[in-house]
């Protein structure tokens, strides 16, 4: 059962990274058009505090995976992975104010649905 802490790990990384890239992307405001701006927007992104974390969780996420690599098979640990679908979209909702409607619930039900069905069968 410790085993599944590597996947879990994984998971929580992913999910950290995503949601703190989206709320300084969104802090920082829209994409400029001219080329030499884009350049500059993004490499302040680049050294923004918040957003070096979640680069630095991707790369967790990447060791624990590794590790997860050791103990399970890719097939079974794999669809552990689309709870990261669920955890955005509840975590988007509560911290980034995002809608979820019911047709985003009905999708992610899908999803997993889908992905508990494939990797059973």
């Known amino acids: 059962m410790r085993n599944y802490l590597y996947i879990f790990g994984t998971i929580m990384f992913t999910v950290y990274g995503q949601l703190v890239t989206k709320w300084q992307v969104t802090k920082a405001g ?7 701006e884009k350049i500059w927007f993004l490499l302040r992104l680049v ?12 790369f967790l996420a990447f060791l624990f995976w590794v590790a997860a690599m050791t103990k399970f098979d890719l097939s079974h ?3 552990f992975t689309s709870l990261a679908f669920l955890l955005v979209m509840i975590f988007s909702g509560v911290f980034l104010h995002e809608p979820i409607t ?16 494939g ?3």
């Open 30 to 36: 829209p994409l400029p058009t001219d080329s030499t």
């Open 119 to 121: 990797s059973n069968g």
């Open 77 to 79: 640990a794999y669809p």
């Open 102 to 117: 019911p047709l985003k619930i009905l999708g992610t039900i899908l999803i997993m649905a889908g992905i508990i069905v």
């Open 47 to 58: 050294v923004n505090p918040w957003v070096v974390s979640s680069l630095a969780a991707a």
